[in-house]
């Protein structure tokens, strides 16, 4: 029996990323640890591995720490940038003709292999140095930017109504946000009670039944197009995909070509620092003052995947008293209020009160898709959501390299200056951001524009 519910493959794929990230970076660092200090982590404390006292020889040791791990981070995301962009835009490009569910398949294939290859370098103790190996080689089967613009475009092929699209994707980033949450929570008890190896098994099962889930389980709705250009040579199929990306932005209209323009530029440069300043906390949180062990790291994660919630519900609320783009700026100016309260937190308590101005953080990423969503054609969503995902994995690519380069250069000057860069860098969607809300208003409503033009166009083709 077939189904069309893409959600448990999302809350599947949400379960294991956010397990494993917070488990890979802690990983990492307690083996840069042990290799530097020459002595482990003890299991139920945090006293010996973080010193906050600068005349402690430990102190200038957990920097050195603080500083190779930053630096193994970048490495790794340099190692899967150019294979991460070309299966991204080739496996989301051509699911318009060959069918969603391809991408989902070979994007969890990979996490898969990713996963049982973390197990088994936990449980043999290979030099941690391989995860690089493993990076680089499952980026050619796309990674979850891929997976997710899979997903987001099989939601929009369901739905009719332009209204719907906004409500059924802020659902979809709802439930994924309580399934990171509880993962979050539990994250530090994983590592605590049952250590690396077997949260790394755990996290393969999962993408395990994830993978089943999607081969068997989940239909795909394109069958009438699967079957096209299958006869295309290689280098034939790369240029209708690249054609197809031309074409995009061609048959658009001078004013939808400019909005989706707009639109495309804000939500890749709100991600793009979004995505780069989020693996900072972790190693902040690590470092001194605040000095933070595993099952606080699993709080402030858990905080953090409140926000999908939260965001969620200000979708919910204010899309009955204002337009869309507000929300936006309501989730971009908030954004930059937490980024600024995390750059002078000192205390474990204030670093739990910057989640508070962080609770919308994902209504942008939400109102944006929406909203991009509109612009283009049923046909394209495909070819949509392939441009998101390969400007977004290359930008996350490049702030990640360049946020972690920031922060391992000043991380013994002012560790925090990270957060204060990256809130000055959010004023970058804001400003795109109004300059398509005064573009909007001199066209009698951006709104309007959005949802207008789509059936009109539609219309003509039939």
């Known amino acids: ?249 061609k048959d658009a209209s001078g004013q939808r070509r400019l909005l989706l323009y707009l639109l495309i530029f804000t939500m890749v440069t709100y991600f793009t620092v979004l995505l780069g300043v989020s693996p900072i906390f972790t190693l902040y949180e690590l470092g001194p003052p605040l000095c933070w062990n595993e099952v606080f790291i699993g709080y402030g994660s858990a905080l953090d995947s409140i926000s999908f919630l939260t965001s969620f519900l200000g979708i919910w609320l204010f899309s009955y008293c204002m337009e869309d783009i507000y929300i936006a700026f309501i989730g971009i100016f908030t954004t930059m209020a937490g980024m600024v309260m995390a750059a002078f937190a000192r205390t474990t308590l204030m670093m739990f009160l910057v989640r508070g101005p962080l609770l919308f953080i994902i209504m942008p990423l939400s109102v944006l898709r929406s909203l991009l969503s509109k612009v283009v054609r049923p046909t394209e969503q495909g070819t949509l959501f392939a441009c998101l995902a390969f400007l977004e994995t290359l930008g996350r690519v490049i702030a990640s390299s360049s946020f972690t380069a920031i922060y391992s250069a000043i991380v013994a000057w002012y560790p925090g200056f990270v957060f204060l860069l990256s809130a000055g860098l959010f004023l970058i969607p804001v400003i795109s951001l109004w300059v398509v809300k005064c573009k909007g208003q001199s066209e009698e409503g951006n709104e309007a524009l959005l949802v207008q033009e789509e059936p009109s166009e539609g219309a003509a083709d039939r």
């Open 1 to 249: 029996m077939k189904v069309r519910f893409v959600e448990p493959a999302i809350l599947l794929s949400a379960f294991a990323v956010s397990l494993i990230s917070p488990l890979t970076t802690q990983y990492v660092y307690r083996r840069i640890w042990k290799e530097t200090t020459n002595y482990s982590f003890a299991p139920d404390s945090n006293i010996s591995e973080c010193q906050k006292n600068k005349s402690n020889p430990i102190y200038a040791a957990q920097e050195e720490v603080q500083k190779k791990a930053s630096l193994f981070s970048l490495q790794m995301e340099m190692s899967g940038l150019v294979p991460g962009l070309v299966s991204t835009f080739m496996l989301l490009s051509s699911s318009d003709q060959h069918g969603r569910k391809l991408p989902m398949v070979l994007c969890s294939a990979g996490t898969l292999v990713t996963s049982i290859w973390l197990y088994l370098l936990s449980y043999f103790a290979f030099p941690f140095q391989l995860l690089i190996a493993s990076t680089f080689l499952g980026a050619f089967c796309g990674n979850y930017t891929t997976f997710w613009g899979a997903c987001f475009a099989y939601i929009v092929d369901q739905c009719k109504e332009a209204k719907q699209i906004t409500i059924r994707i802020a659902t979809t980033d709802f439930l994924f946000g309580v399934v990171t949450t509880l993962t979050g929570l539990s994250s530090g008890y994983f590592i605590r009670e049952l250590g690396f190896v077997w949260s790394f098994l755990i996290v393969a099962i999962v993408n395990t039944v994830n993978l089943i889930y999607i081969i068997f389980f989940l239909d795909e709705p394109m069958k009438e197009s699967s079957s096209q250009n299958v006869t295309m040579s290689c280098c034939e199929g790369l240029k209708a995909l690249f054609y197809r990306t031309y074409m995009l932005f």
